[in-house]
Each structure stands twice: as structure tokens, then as C-alpha cells.
């Protein structure tokens, strides 16, 4: 089984428990470049709220978009957007990810921020 394989049986698992609480989910996908949030409602299959290292005006601020520091930027980012939409709390997606590096920041700067997870 390779690398990708693992990742995604990992997600599919905590999606499927996220979907029986009923709770809104903070996605997140990282590529090498980049690094990607979205607050998804399963119950309507819809994209509430994103953010990620590849909007134009991030791109400018950011020197590279695939780093703990533009990650720590989305996760503040996301969050102040669900905060503007009345989200206040979410289950974190993690996409089969380990929690550290990119992902772990993103997570605290949303926390910070006034994100629940």
C-alpha cells in the first residue's frame, strides 16, 4: 500500500465520524506549494467559507505559499471568515495528514483566532 493509499483510507475514516456528529469540517489540503482550507456543511455538500496560499492577494504578502508561516496566515485567515459567516465551531479535517508541520499551524492559527475544534 502506498503513501497516497494510506492517506486517504486515514481521511475517509475521519470523515465518516465527522458526518456522524453533524458538525461543519474544516478541510485542509496541502500540496508542496500551497496549502488549503475550506469550511464544508455535508449535509448541503457545500463550500461555506475558504481561503488558501494561492489568492492573489496572498501570493504578494507570502514569499512561499508551502511553509508553516502562509499556513499560520490561511488558518487565520479561515477562521476570521467563519467568524464573519457566524461559525464558530467546526470538526478539523485533517485529510489524513499528520498534525504537525503546515497542518498544526493552520490548526492553532484558527484556534487563536476563535475557531473551536
Known amino acids: 500500500m502506498d503513501k497516497n493509499i494510506s492517506r486517504l483510507r486515514r481521511a475517509r475514516k475521519t470523515r465518516a465520524r ?15 506549494k500551497h496549502i488549503y482550507a ?11 467559507t475558504q481561503a488558501s496560499s494561492a489568492e492573489k492577494d496572498l501570493r504578494s504578502s507570502v514569499k512561499n505559499g508551502g511553509n ?5 496566515l490561511i488558518g487565520k485567515r479561515v477562521a476570521e471568515k467563519a467568524k464573519g459567516l457566524g461559525i464558530t465551531e467546526v470538526a478539523f479535517d485533517r485529510s489524513g495528514y499528520r498534525f504537525h508541520g503546515r497542518v498544526k499551524a493552520l490548526a492553532e492559527a ?3 483566532s476563535g475557531l473551536s475544534f
Request: hydrophobic share 45%; glycine share 8%.
Open 110 to 112: 484558527a484556534r487563536e
Open 18 to 32: 465527522i458526518a456522524a456528529q453533524g458538525k461543519l469540517r474544516l478541510a485542509v489540503f496541502r500540496s508542496g
Open 68 to 72: 508553516a508561516e502562509s499556513a499560520a
Open 38 to 48: 475550506q469550511i464544508i456543511d455535508d449535509s448541503q455538500g457545500r463550500v461555506l
